[in-house]
């Protein structure tokens, strides 16, 4: 992936949404576009040189509907890919924090 160069404050994120669920099914392009889009949670795999806040590795939640999909040879097809500023992100959370809305706060499920 180091061929990869993020500008300014982008960050490359590896959604936490799959296109194969933990039980082997594949999801149609539809499904999985769907929940990626939804999916409003990942991990930082690229920085950009100008972001401050976060490092690779991080699991970040960032905005809903934000980003831009990223396909490239160079990342596996197992998951999705978006770029987004770090402007756009909320917070880092732990990484064993599965997301789950409630009011104002998110849950350990």
Do not use: W
Not at 59 to 80: A, C, I, M, T, W
């Amino acid at each position: 992936m180091n061929e990869i160069k993020l500008l300014k404050k982008c960050l490359l994120i590896q959604l936490n949404a799959s296109e194969v669920t933990r039980e082997g099914i594949h999801l149609t392009p539809e499904s999985a576009e769907r929940a990626a889009r939804e999916a409003t949670y990942g991990r930082v795999v690229i920085v950009g040189p100008d972001a401050k806040t976060v490092k690779v590795g991080d699991f970040v939640l960032y905005k809903q509907y934000v980003g831009n999909e990223l396909k490239h040879s160079l990342l596996p097809k197992d998951f999705r890919y978006i770029v987004v500023s770090e402007d756009d992100l909320l917070a880092i959370v732990p990484e064993d924090l599965e997301v789950k809305p409630s009011g104002n706060k998110l849950i350990r499920a």
